[in-house]
């Protein structure tokens, strides 16, 4: 293979680019086998597309893959948010502590919970909740902290744990990028009292849009299940089965948050190759550190030692002081030279919403440093390796010429 390109005139400066427009790289995309496509058209073909077998079978494979205990499929992680406190009791008036280097949705469900989201700054090097910095946050109102496992790093666990028993609050955490992570040998899903998972298009599977909740606790986990559909009784679902007619009981104002089988036919499949994609994630990453060495920019901190990152995110972070423009241009030169890249993320509490809870520039100095000068690129198992030399090409190219 041609090797990658070190310099040259950025297209954004009227050089040429990387790749055509016709043949730009998408940040993200999932990959679809054919044996999801089969799975999907049997169960259209069997006419039961709701919640039904496929769910179940989904929530019994996800299970064992976690070594988890109880597992409640939904059709988000921003579901599994929101009624994992709403079956927790957290309401108006209470507060949860959360980062700011995360989505929107993890301090949206939040709000949805009539709660109030209390950030706290992140650790520059892991980008996850820095742990020194809980305790004084915490108050007679605190009732949880939702930590989020950032890009897939798993976030230190044992600390979180120790403060939430100590201060007898609930851990609830969004592993939105972490399904495969591990800590101390154990996967992400087996820790805080429920964690919560994403099957967003972008994720490391995907169902479409879809999410789940593991836990430990068999009574939250029958709550959130009943919470899921509308708040009626366990087997609902089976109501229009050939068992006979069956009365169902609204026990709780529920939700609509249920799983159905067209997406769980996609999960199955997907979960079934997860490993796999892990070994290409890990080979792009390396490519993309090997690389990067000698760019002003600082790379991903290296696994920590028992852990497991799932890789979900590649964010390098550059050192603009050494630049002649700013991050936001770089990300429209990368644009230009024919590469997707995301911003993960903003300092959350920045965002017009949260500033008008009182939050301001200079509140959480290390995520607005990140945020300021964070990049991701592209990482999926989809990539080719001329797809990867694309991007490593782009990269070198663009930072090279507007080096100091
Ligand atoms: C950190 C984090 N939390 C929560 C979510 C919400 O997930 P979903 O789209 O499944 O609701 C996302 C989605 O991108 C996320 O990145």
């Known amino acids: 293979m041609i090797p990658a390109v070190k310099s040259g005139k950025p297209a954004i400066e009227g050089g040429k680019p990387i790749r055509e427009k016709n043949n730009f790289l998408v940040f993200g995309a999932p990959y ?13 073909k069997s006419c039961w597309i709701g919640t039904g077998p496929k769910v179940f079978r989904f929530e ?44 929107c949705a993890t301090a949206n469900a939040i709000i ?5 989201p209390i950030f706290v700054d992140i650790n520059r090097s892991t ?20 930590p989020v496992h950032f890009a897939g790093r798993p976030c230190d666990l044992e600390s979180l744990i120790s403060i939430a028993e100590k201060n007898n609050l609930f851990l609830i955490e969004d592993a939105a990028h972490a399904l495969g992570a591990e800590y101390n040998g154990r996967k992400i899903g087996n820790f805080g009292h429920v964690t919560c998972f994403s099957f967003y298009v972008n994720k490391n599977i995907t169902t479409g849009e879809g999410g789940l909740v593991s836990t430990t606790n068999r009574d939250l986990a029958d709550k959130i299940r009943i919470l899921r559909l509308h708040g009626i009784s366990k087997d609902a ?30 999960g199955i499949h997907q979960l079934s190759r997860i490993e796999e994609w892990h ?3 890990v080979e792009i990453w390396k490519e993309y550190d090997n690389s990067f060495q000698d760019l002003p920019l600082q790379l991903p901190l290296p696994e920590e030692p028992n852990t497991k ?15 002649t423009k700013s991050r936001d241009f770089i990300l429209q030169a990368l644009e230009k030279e024919g590469i997707g890249v995301g911003v993960h993320y903003t300092a959350l509490h920045l965002h017009p919403f949260y500033r008008k809870l009182g939050y301001k520039k200079g509140d959480f100095p290390n995520a607005e440093y990140i945020g300021e000068r964070t ?30």
């Not at 299970?63 to 309401?91: D, F």
């Not at 069956?246 to 249920?258: I, L, Q, S």
């Not at 990152?309 to 630049?323: F, G, N, Q, V």
């Open 237 to 266: 679902w089976k109501r229009f089965s050939d068992s006979g007619y069956k009365h169902y009981f609204v026990e709780d104002a529920g939700f609509k948050y249920n799983m159905t089988d067209i997406q769980a036919s996609l």
């Open 375 to 404: 990049i991701s690129l592209p990482l999926y198992p989809k990539l080719t390796d001329e797809d990867v030399k694309d991007v490593i090409s782009a990269v070198t190219k663009v930072l090279n010429y507007y080096k100091k």
């Open 32 to 44: 679809i086998g054919g044996e999801e496509i089969e799975e999907v058209i049997k169960t259209l």
């Open 112 to 116: 949805h919970a009539r709660a109030k």
């Open 279 to 281: 070994k290409r994630r």
């Open 127 to 146: 980008l996850n909740i820095d742990p020194n910095k809980i305790e004084e946050k915490i108050t007679e109102k605190t009732k949880a902290i939702i």
């Open 60 to 103: 019994e494979e996800i299970r064992n893959y976690l070594g988890a205990k109880y597992i409640v499929a939904l059709n988000s992680c921003t579901a599994a948010l929101h009624l994992s406190m709403i079956a927790l009791n957290i309401g108006k008036g209470d507060e949860v502590i959360t980062t700011p280097m995360t989505f």
């Open 309 to 323: 990152h799932s890789r979900h995110l590649y964010t390098i972070i550059l050192k603009t002081e050494e630049l």
